[in-house]
C-alpha cells in the first residue's frame, strides 16, 4: 500500500501575505471550503495575534471546516500560543504552528541570543501549546540555512517536549534540492524519537527550486509537505500544492499518496487567483493557461494521433474540461451556472439573476466570455459593497486632442461631479475623480493586464495607493482599460472611507 503524504496548506496565511492578495473573513472562508473539497489535510487558517481579521478569519474557518485540522500560526511566544488557542476553540481537529529562528544569523540578529537559549524557547513554546491543544508543530525557521548537527538536537529537544509535527522551512529559498533531501535524511537517520513526529517540509521559491527541494525532502522521509495553491507566497512564492499532487499521481513508482482530489485543481486554482487578484502565469505547470496548449505543428499533429504522445496528463485529471460549452451572448442561465459550477462557484438563484445581468452586458462588448471573466463578475458583483461607487464616465482624448474627462460619483448614495484635463485620457480621469474625492492620494504603483488576447479583452487593473502613510490596493477588470483605472482608483480609496 502507497505511503500517506498529508498536505499542509498556506494558502490562508503565507499565500495571503502577499501584499494586494489580502482577503475579507468572507472569502477566507470560500477559499477553506473549496481547499476542504480539494482533499487538503491542513489549512492553516492565519496569524491570529498579528491582527483581529486574522483572528476572526481563524474563528470563522473553524466553525465552515469539518474535516481539515485548522492550524493557527504563532511566534514562540506565551500570548502569541494563547490568542492562537482562543481562535481555534470552535475547530473541530486544531493545531498551533509555534515556532522560532534557528540559522545563526537568526539566532544572533534576530533575537541577540545563543543556540542553547533558543533550545530553551523552542522547548518552553512547545510545552505551552501543549497545554492548550495535543496537536502541535514547531517549526525552525531558516531551518535550511541551519547547521544540521544543531537543527537535529532543536528537533530532538521538541519532539521531547511534545511536537507532533516538526517542520524544516527553507525559509530564504537558498537550499539546493540535494542538501536539502540530505538535510531531512540527516534528521530521519539521527534524531532520538523521530518516529513521534512528522517531519514537514515549508519550501520557498526565490530560485525557483521550491517544488525540486519539497519532493527531495519526500524521497528522504518528509511526510507532511507545506503548500499554497498556484504556488502564491512571500516574495517568489511557496511550493504548488497542484504541483506536488501531481508529480506522485504521475509517479506511481514513488508509492506515496495523498488525500487531493485532482479534478478539484483547475478550478480552485481559478477560484484563488480570481478572488486574490493574482493572475496565474500562462506557463505555470499544470494549471496555466498554456499548460496543455500545444502550438507547434509537430506537436499537434502528435497529440491529435495520440495524447500521450507529448502530454504527461490528461487534462481532464485536474478538472479541465476540453469540451466546455463556449459561453456568449446567447447562452442562458442554466450554460453560466453549469460554468459556475466548474469554476466551484454555487451561487443563489438570486446572485445568479444579478449575475446573469452582468454577464449578458459583458457579452455585448466581448465575442466569448472566458472564465476568467466569469470569475472577474462574480468577484466583481458579489464581495464588495463600496461606498464610492462610479456612475458615469466620458473621456474624450486622440491625437491632437488634449484629454478631457468627466466623472460623476455616487458616495453614500449622492451624486457629484467633476471634471479635469490629464496628459492621457486615464490622468484626466483620475484627475476628476480627485477634484470629487479631495483627499492626498499618491499612486505608488499602476499596472494594467490583459486576461487573455484580442482586442476585446477584459483589462485588469491593479493599483496601489498611499494615503497618510498607509498603503492601498486597489482591483479592477473591465473591457475599458480607463474604466477599469478608474475603478481600480476608487476600489483603493474605498479601503479607508469605509462607511
Ligand atoms: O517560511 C517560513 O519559515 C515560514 C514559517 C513561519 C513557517 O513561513
Ligand atoms: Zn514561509
Redesign the pocket.
Known sequence: MADRLFIFD?TLR?GEQVPGCQLNTVEKIQVAKALEALGVDVIEAGFPVSSPGDFNSVVEISKAVTWPTICA?TRAVEKDIEVASEALQYAKHKRI?T?IGTSDSHIKYKFNSNREEIIERAVAAVKYAKRFVEDVEF?A??AGRTDNEYLARVVEAVIKAGATVV?I?D?TGYCLPSDYGAKIRYLMENVKGIQNAVIST?C?NDLGMATANTMAGVLNGARQV?VTVNGIG?RAGNTALEEVAMILRSHKEIGIDTNINSQKIYSTSRMISSLMNMPVQPNKAIVGRNAFAHSSGIHQDGVLKNRESYEIIDPKDVGIDDNAIVLTARSGRAALKHRLHILGVELSQEALDIVYQKFLALADRKKDINDDDVLMLVGKDLTKMQRIKLDYLQVVSGVGVKPVACVALDIAGERFEASASGNGPVDAAISAVKNIIRRKVTIQEFLIQAINKGSDDMGKVHMQVEHDGTTYYGFSANTDIIAASVEAYIDAINKFVKA
Open positions: 498556506t503565507d500560526l504552528h515556532g517549526y525557521e531558516d517542520n522551512p525559509t515549508h520557498h507545506e512571500e
